[in-house]
């Protein structure tokens, strides 16, 4: 039948589920070719399938077009709506929308379809998804990594229909990111909540820590947001910045007040990872640290941190980012250190131990380059070399499985740098790893973190 354009509307759950995307391709294809598919229309000449081609009919004039008028039963539009979509190229969001109608709609008092209700069955739960998943394509399985995402992280969605992640990649950090949600508010109910004097938080920017004295703190272990990873406040701020050099600058500016906070013994540990920016890698860690020693700060070491399970990547043009920059920083040269002493391996030890002839003419086995418990530390950590040098100490005998990551990269520097009762700060304090390490071996804890949980 022929309908006039005027009398044609997008049927209000087309509107609800897809976008209208590539409209201007589309144009070009029915200039050329003409409209190959009539499009298919309700009793009150809504379109169900076709809204795409209605707006690039409108777009180029028509005022008359070819349509199929179906009447359908009210509660079977959707699943007709879905099914002329099969064919459709959908993004991540389409798919997800188109979920949550359909689980919608099965749900017990939300449509018709009360033959798999979840009520009486739990499993009928994962059978609703099976369902829906072979209505649009996916598995119930990715039906429900999708839903955690849009659920915990919405803006994850858009990245993975921008092809930056995956949908199990944008699974594992959104696992990640509620896991330190979960946890800040574990550490702050057994600890600030309760009033524990020795562990302070403050929901404050840390740019200026007016309740900490000069030279309070005798550690500082913080990771800072990094440049351009994740929105981290509604309106800009540290990490949001439109070019990098804006961030390296703000960082530096940021950590002013660090330097007055440290006492002249003190150590400052700035864990910091790199960002790429239109498929540069900007080496913003090193670009902060020079602006730091501008300020008079004193690098001691750059510290490799090699993760065990690093965050996923789906470049085909560059290898997978598997490290981090750990950087120890100083006020001067005269500061508190405990030297780290790693094992030996087996395979690494001498087959015999040099020999050295006394006044006496005896001979007397010496290693004069080697410890005699281990040897001197690298900058090059891993999650097994940070355990076995940890248990190595005599702080903390007995200790076998010291902290999961990331709590690992936090033990060595306390143990290196502090003594039980000293002052420890995180002005990021995140999910405050930094102060369950320091409760652990009975450092005092203060943070910073301007976000509210």
Not at 180 to 187: F, Q, Y
Not at 266 to 291: A, C, Q, R, W, Y
Request: overall charge neutral; proline content about 5%; charged content about 25%.
């Amino acid at each position: 039948m022929i309908v006039p354009v005027s009398k044609l509307s997008s049927h209000p759950k087309n509107q609800e589920i897809y976008s209208l995307s590539n409209i201007e391709d589309l144009e070009n294809s029915i200039s050329s070719l003409g409209l190959l598919e009539r499009l298919v229309i309700d009793d009150e000449f809504q379109v169900i399938s076709g809204n795409r081609r209605l707006v690039a009919i409108q777009n180029l004039g028509w005022k008359k077009v070819e349509c199929e008028k179906v009447t359908l039963p009210e509660d079977e539009v959707l699943t007709y709506l879905i099914h002329h979509n099969k064919q459709r190229i959908k993004t991540c969001r389409e798919q997800l929308n188109e979920v949550k109608v359909l689980m919608d709609q099965y749900k017990i008092g939300q449509g018709k379809r009360t033959d798999i209700s979840t009520s009486e069955n739990p499993h009928r739960s994962s059978r609703t998804r099976d369902i829906v998943g072979d209505m649009i394509g996916l598995s119930g399985f990715q039906i429900t990594k999708l839903l955690f995402i849009d659920k915990e992280n919405e803006e994850l969605i858009d990245l993975i229909d921008k092809g930056i992640l995956t949908i199990n990649q944008a699974y594992i950090q959104t696992t990640r990111i509620k896991k330190e949600r979960e946890s800040r508010l574990e550490v702050r109910k057994n600890n600030v909540d309760t009033g524990n004097s020795n562990f302070r938080f403050y929901n404050k920017s840390s740019d200026n820590m007016n309740e900490l004295k000069d030279g309070e703190v005798d550690l500082i272990f913080t990771s800072p947001p990094y440049w351009n990873k994740r929105k981290y406040t509604e309106n800009g701020g540290l990490g949001n910045e439109k070019k990098p050099n804006d961030y390296v600058d703000n960082l530096v500016n940021h950590l002013t007040d660090c330097k007055r906070v440290l006492n002249k013994k003190g150590s400052f540990f700035l864990n910091l990872g790199d960002t790429f920016n239109e498929g540069n890698l900007m080496n913003i860690p090193h670009k902060v640290i020079i602006g730091l020693q501008d300020e008079g700060w004193i690098l001691r070491n750059s510290i490799i941190w090699a993760k065990t399970n690093p965050k996923p990547s789906s470049s085909k043009s560059n290898l997978c980012p598997t490290y981090e920059f750990i950087f120890h920083l100083v006020k001067s040269s005269d500061y508190i250190y405990n030297p780290t002493l790693a094992p030996i391996k087996d395979s690494t030890k001498p087959s015999h131990s040099p020999r050295h002839r006394n006044l006496k003419n005896d001979n007397i086995k010496i290693n004069p380059y080697i410890p005699r418990e281990g040897k001197n530390m690298g900058d090059w950590w891993s999650e097994e070399i940070v355990q076995s040098a940890v248990v190595n100490q005599k702080l903390t005998e007995g200790v076998e499985h010291p902290a999961p990551f990331p709590e690992k990269i936090v033990i060595l520097p306390v143990l290196q740098t502090t003594n039980e009762g000293d002052l420890v700060l995180d002005p990021f304090c995140g999910s405050m790893t930094t102060g369950k390490v320091s409760e652990r071996f009975n450092r005092q804890f203060v943070g910073y973190d301007i976000q509210i949980y």
